[in-house]
C-alpha cells in the first residue's frame, strides 16, 4: 500500500490540513506538541478508525460539532479513497475506488468500510500498526533494553501478548466456575434424605383423606336437620315481622296525632300576635310622611357648605397665579443665560472626553519604549555571546552574523564531503581485509589436508609425488604470508582514516550544535523592536498635538462655570415658579369655574328656603328628628314583614285540622289488626334456638373440616416442593458432571494459551522468518555481517568477517544498523513479505548524537522500501528526505507550513 493524500478537518488540532504523499522519504517536521503524531494517527482512523483518545468524541476540535478524515492510497495497482466523518452523535464512512479517472462508491458504512480496507491490505487494525508503524523509541530498544524487555516488545509486535492476556483472563473464568462447582455440590450433599422424607408425608396426606371423607358424611346429615328448623324458624319469623310492624305503626300514629294537637296549640297563639301587631302598624304610618322631605332639606345644606369651599379656594388658587407670573418675569433673562451657559459646557465637555484618554496612553507608551529598549539591549547582549561562541567553536573571529552565516555555509559541505570519502575509504578497506581473511582461511585447509593426506592433492584428490607436495604447501605458505603483509599494511591505514574520522566527526558534531535559528531569531527580534519604537515615537507626537487642545477645552469650561455658579439662584427661583402654575392650571379656566359655582349656590339657596317652610318647628333639631324618625320606619318595615304571613299560618291551621281527623281514623284500623293477630313469642324463640344450636354443631364441623384440608394442602406443597428438589438433585447432578468435563477444557485451552504452548510455538516460528528477513535486509544495506541469529529471549547475535559476535561487541553505528535491520524484518514477518510503506515515529528519540547521526546516514541509503513516512522533531534528519513537511500550531491550530 501506498498512500498519496490524507485531508483532515477538525480532527485534534488540524482544522484544515491537506497532505500530499510521494514516495521515497517523507518527513513531517515540527515542535512538540505541533499535532504531527495527529497525522499518524489520522491515517490509522482513516482506514481502520482507530484512535487513541478514550472517546471517539474527543477527536472533533474543541469547539466544533463535525470532524472528518479523507485518505487515498494504492493497493495492488489500483486507487482507493476512504472518507469518514462524526458527529457529537453519529457517524459515517464512505469507501471508493478509481475508475476510468472518476472515483466510484465501493461500500458505506463504519463496518462494511473497515472489513473492505481489511479484506484489501489482508491485515486488520492491530496488525496494521504492529507491521507499519514504528513507535517511538522502539529502534533505541532493540538496542538498549534488557533480553525480557526486548522478549515483550516482540512478542507484543507480533500479536503474543494477547495470548499472554488470554491465558490470565481464562484463570478468572476458572476460578468463577470452580465456585459454581463447590456450590452444586453443596446442594446436591444438602439434599439427601428427601426420599424418605416424600413417602413418609405420602402416607400422612392418605390418612388425612380418609378424616376428611368421614366428617363430610356427618355435616350432610346434620344439613338436612338444619333446613327443616330453618323454614320452621322463617314462618314465625315473617308473623313476627307483621306483628311488630302493626305495633310500630299503632304507636307512631298515637305519637303524629299528639304532635298536631300540640301544633293547633302553637297556630293559635301566633295569629293572636299578628293581630295585634296590625293594630301597631296603624298607629305609626301616618307620622312617616315627614321624613323624606326633611332627609332631602340636610343633603341640600350640606352641598351648599361644599360650595362655598370650592369658591374659598379658587379664589386663593388666582392670587398664586398673579404672584408666580411676576417672578418668571423678573428671572427670565437669568434662565436663558444659564441655559446657554450649560449647553456650550457640555459641547466642551464632549470634546474634552473625544481627548481624555490621551495622557493614559502618552504614559503608556512611554512605559512600553523604555522595556522595548531594555529588550534591544538583552538581544544584541545575546547575539554577541552567541556569536562569541560560535567563533570559539570554529576557532573564528567575526564580528557580523552575516559573515558567520557565509564562512559556515561554505565550510559545513566541504567537511561533510571530507567525512563521506573518509567512511567510503573505511567500507572499503574492511571488505578488502575480508576478503583477506576468507583467502587466508582458504589457504589454511589444503595446507592441513596435505599434511594429513601426503599422496593426494587437496583439490583434485589426484595422486601427487612427495615432491610435489612440498610444492603445493610452499606456494600455499607464501600466498599466506603476502595476504598477511598486506592485511597489516591494510590496517596500519584504516587505523589512520579511522582516526581521521573521528577527529572529523567530532568536529563535525560540535558543528551541530551551532544554532544559526536562535540568531536570526535574536536579529529579527532587534529589528521589530526597533520598527516598535518608531511607531510609538509617531504616536506620542501625535497625542502631544491633542493635549494643546485639550487644555484650552479645560480653561474654558472652567470660566463658564465660574459664571453658571453666579446666576444658579435666579434660575432655581424661574424653575420653581414655573413648575407651580403648571400644576395651579389655566388661569381663565379657573375664573370661569368660580362663576358656575356663584350660580349654584343662588340656586340652592332657594331650594332650601322652600323645604324649611315645609319642615316647620323640625329644623331645630333637624339631625335628631330624621334619627327618630328613621328608626321608627324600620320597626314599621319590621311589622309590615311580620304580618305578611298572615295568610300562610290561616292555610296551615285549616290543614292541621284535617291531618288531626284523618289520624283518628287510621288509629281505629291498625287496632284493629293488631287484635287479630295470632303470634306467640315463646314458641318463635324455643324454635330459634334449636336451630341455632344446630348450626354451631354444622360450623364446628366444617371447622374440623377446613383445618384438615389446610393440612392437606399444605402437606401437597411440601409433597410438591420435594418432588420438585428431587428433580433439582437431578439436574444438579447433571450440571456438576457437565462443569467437570467443562472445567477439564478450560484448563486445557489454557494449558494451549500458555508459554509452553502457542506462545512457545509462534516464537519458535517466527524466529526462523525474522532471521531470514532480516539476513535479506543485511544484503540489502552493504551490511559486512552475512548472517544473524535469534535465541529464545530475542537476544541477537550476528556473523560476519570476525566471526560470531554479540551486540555488546560491535560499535554504536553498527548496533543502530542491526536494530533497524530486525524492526524492520519484523515488519516483514507481520506483512507478508509484500512491504510497500513503513511509517516511523520519532525514530531518533532515546539515540544520542553519534548513533542518532548514523541512523539518519542509514536512512539516507535506504531504497528497499518504496514509500517511508517519519515524523520528527529532529531538523537533523532533513539531510534524508526526499519530502519535507513542515508542521506549525498556532492558536491551538495545527496546519502545514511548508511542503
Known amino acids: 500500500m501506498i498512500i498519496e493524500s490524507l485531508h483532515m478537518k477538525n ?69 482507493y479513497r476512504v472518507l469518514r466523518e462524526r458527529s457529537k452523535t453519529s457517524s459515517k464512512a464512505i469507501m471508493k475506488i478509481k475508475e476510468g479517472g472518476r472515483f466510484q462508491s465501493l461500500v458505506s458504512g463504519d463496518r462494511q468500510v473497515t472489513m473492505e480496507v481489511q479484506n484489501l491490505l489482508d491485515m486488520d487494525g492491530d496488525l496494521f500498526l504492529n507491521a507499519v508503524y514504528v513507535r517511538q523509541g522502539e529502534i533505541a530498544d532493540l538496542i538498549e533494553k534488557t533480553s525480557s524487555e526486548k522478549k515483550q516488545m516482540i512478542g507484543r509486535l507480533l500479536g503474543i501478548d494477547s495470548l499472554e492476556k488470554a491465558w490470565k483472563n481464562i484463570k478468572i473464568i476458572l476460578d468463577r466456575y470452580k465456585e459454581e462447582k463447590i456450590r452444586l455440590e453443596g446442594r446436591i450433599e444438602s439434599s439427601e434424605g428427601l426420599k424418605d422424607e416424600f413417602q413418609t408425608k405420602k402416607h400422612k396426606q392418605k390418612e388425612l383423606s380418609i378424616q376428611i371423607k368421614d366428617i363430610n358424611l356427618k355435616r350432610e346429615e346434620n344439613i338436612i336437620e338444619s333446613d327443616l328448623l330453618r323454614e320452621k324458624k322463617e314462618i314465625l319469623d315473617r308473623r313476627s315481622l307483621e306483628f311488630e310492624k302493626s305495633t310500630t305503626i299503632l304507636k307512631s300514629k298515637t305519637d303524629f296525632l299528639e304532635q298536631l294537637e300540640k301544633t293547633k296549640k302553637d297556630l293559635d297563639n301566633q295569629l293572636s300576635e299578628i293581630i295585634i301587631k296590625e293594630e301597631e302598624i296603624n298607629r305609626v304610618k301616618p307620622r312617616l310622611k315627614k321624613l323624606e322631605v326633611l332627609k332631602n332639606l340636610q343633603d341640600r345644606i350640606k352641598e351648599l357648605k361644599d360650595l362655598q369651599k370650592d369658591e374659598k379656594k379658587i379664589v386663593k388658587i388666582q392670587d398664586d397665579i398673579e404672584h408666580f407670573r411676576d417672578i418668571l418675569n423678573e428671572n ?45 539591549n538583552q ?54 581485509l ?47 604470508e603476502n595476504n598477511h603483509r598486506r592485511s597489516e599494511i591494510l590496517k596500519e591505514k584504516l587505523k589512520g582514516i579511522e582516526d581521521k574520522k573521528k577527529n572529523l566527526d567530532t568536529q563535525h558534531f560540535r558543528i551541530q550544535s551551532i ?42 469650561i472652567a470660566q463658564n462655570k465660574s459664571k453658571l455658579q453666579d446666576i444658579k439662584g435666579n434660575y432655581e427661583k424661574y424653575l420653581a415658579a414655573r413648575g407651580s402654575l403648571e400644576s395651579l392650571g389655566d388661569y381663565e379656566e379657573q375664573l370661569s369655574g368660580l362663576d358656575e359655582i356663584k350660580a349654584s349656590i343662588r340656586e340652592l339657596k332657594k331650594k332650601i328656603s322652600i323645604l324649611m317652610e315645609i319642615a ?50 287510621e288509629l281505629k284500623e291498625v287496632q284493629k289488626v293488631v287484635e287479630d293477630s295470632k303470634y306467640n313469642k315463646e314458641s318463635h324463640e324455643r324454635v330459634k334456638k334449636e336451630w341455632e344450636l344446630k348450626n354451631e354443631e354444622l360450623m364446628d364441623l366444617s371447622g374440623q373440616k377446613q383445618l384438615l384440608v389446610g393440612q392437606l394442602h399444605q402437606l401437597s406443597d411440601s409433597i410438591q416442593t420435594i418432588k420438585e428438589k428431587l428433580n433439582s438433585l437431578q439436574e444438579y447432578e447433571t450440571e456438576l458432571k457437565n462443569l467437570k468435563d467443562f472445567l477439564k477444557l478450560l484448563n486445557l485451552i489454557r494449558d494451549i494459551y500458555g508459554k509452553d504452548g502457542v506462545q512457545k510455538d509462534l516464537r519458535n516460528l517466527s524466529r526462523p522468518l525474522i532471521e531470514e528477513k532480516t539476513r535479506e535486509l543485511f544484503e540489502k544495506f552493504n551490511f559486512e555481517y552475512s548472517d544473524v541469529r535469534l535465541d529464545e529471549d530475542y537476544d541477537v547475535t550476528i556473523y560476519g568477517p570476525g566471526g560470531e559476535s554479540s551486540l555488546d561487541m560491535i560499535s554504536g ?37 553519534y ?7 542509514l536512512l539516507k541509503r535506504m531504497s528497499i522500501i518504496p514509500q517511508m513516512i517519519i515524523v520528527t522533531h529532529d531538523a537533523d534528519l532533513e539531510d534524508a528526505a526526499d519530502n519535507i513537511m513542515k508542521i506549525e500550531k498556532e492558536e491551538g491550530n495545527s496546519f502545514l507550513a511548508e511542503s
Not at 324618625?629 to 305578611?644: F, R
Not at 553498527?814 to 513503513?838: F, Y
Request: one cysteine or more; aromatic letters at 6%; hydrophobic letters at 30%.
Open 616 to 665: 316647620g318647628d323640625s329644623m331645630e333639631n333637624l339631625p335628631g328628628e330624621i334619627a327618630y324618625l328613621e328608626d321608627l320606619s324600620k320597626k314599621y318595615q319590621h311589622l309590615m314583614g311580620e304580618i305578611s304571613q298572615k295568610d300562610s299560618l290561616l292555610r296551615r291551621m285549616d290543614e292541621n285540622q284535617r291531618l288531626i281527623l284523618d289520624t283518628l281514623e
Open 434 to 480: 575480508s576478503n583477506l581473511q576468507v583467502k587466508s582461511e582458504n589457504l589454511d585447509k589444503p595446507i592441513k589436508e596435505l599434511e594429513r593426506v601426503k599422496e593426494l592433492c587437496p583439490i583434485c584428490k589426484s595422486t601427487i609425488t612427495p615432491q610435489k607436495r612440498d610444492e603445493l604447501i610452499t606456494d600455499y605458505q607464501s600466498e599466506l
Open 11 to 79: 480532527f485534534k488540532s488540524h482544522q484544515d490540513t491537506s497532505i500530499d504523499f510521494d514516495t521515497g522519504i517523507s518527513i513531517i517536521l515540527g515542535g512538540n506538541g505541533a499535532g504531527k503524531s495527529s497525522i499518524l494517527e489520522a491515517v490509522s482512523f482513516g482506514l481502520f478508525k482507530q484512535y487513541t483518545s478514550k472517546k471517539i468524541e474527543q477527536l472533533i476540535t474543541i469547539g466544533q460539532k463535525r470532524m472528518s478524515v479523507e485518505i487515498q492510497f494504492t493497493s495492488h495497482g489500483r486507487t
Open 379 to 432: 538581544s544584541l547582549e545575546k547575539i554577541n555571546r552567541v556569536l562569541e561562541k560560535n567563533n570559539q567553536i570554529l576557532s573564528t573571529e567575526f564580528e557580523s552574523v552575516e559573515e558567520f552565516q557565509d564562512h559556515l555555509s561554505t565550510f559545513k559541505p566541504q567537511l561533510e564531503e571530507e567525512i563521506q570519502d573518509a567512511s567510503e575509504s573505511i567500507q572499503e578497506l574492511k571488505r578488502e
Open 813 to 849: 553505528g553498527e548496533k543502530i544498523a542491526v536494530a533497524l535491520a530486525l524492526r524492520l524484518g519484523i515488519t516483514q514477518v507481520l506483512s507478508g513479505g509484500s512491504l510497500e510503506m513503513i511509517m516511523l515515529d520519532e525514530p531518533t528519540i532515546h539515540l544520542d548524537a
Open 851 to 857: 548513533r542518532r547521526q548514523e541512523l539518519i546516514d
Open 332 to 376: 427670565e433673562q437669568y434662565y436663558n443665560d444659564y441655559s446657554r451657559l450649560d449647553d456650550e459646557i457640555n459641547n466642551l465637555q464632549y470634546a474634552k472626553d473625544q481627548f481624555e484618554g490621551s495622557r493614559v496612553l502618552i504614559q503608556q507608551y512611554r512605559e512600553r519604549r523604555s522595556k522595548v529598549e531594555v529588550k534591544i
Open 515 to 556: 544554532n544559526l535559528g536562535i540568531l536570526n531569531e535574536y536579529l529579527k527580534s532587534v529589528d521589530e523592536n526597533r520598527q516598535e519604537i518608531k511607531n510609538i515615537n509617531s504616536n506620542l507626537k501625535e497625542l502631544d498635538e491633542k493635549m494643546v487642545i485639550l487644555e484650552k477645552i479645560e480653561k474654558d
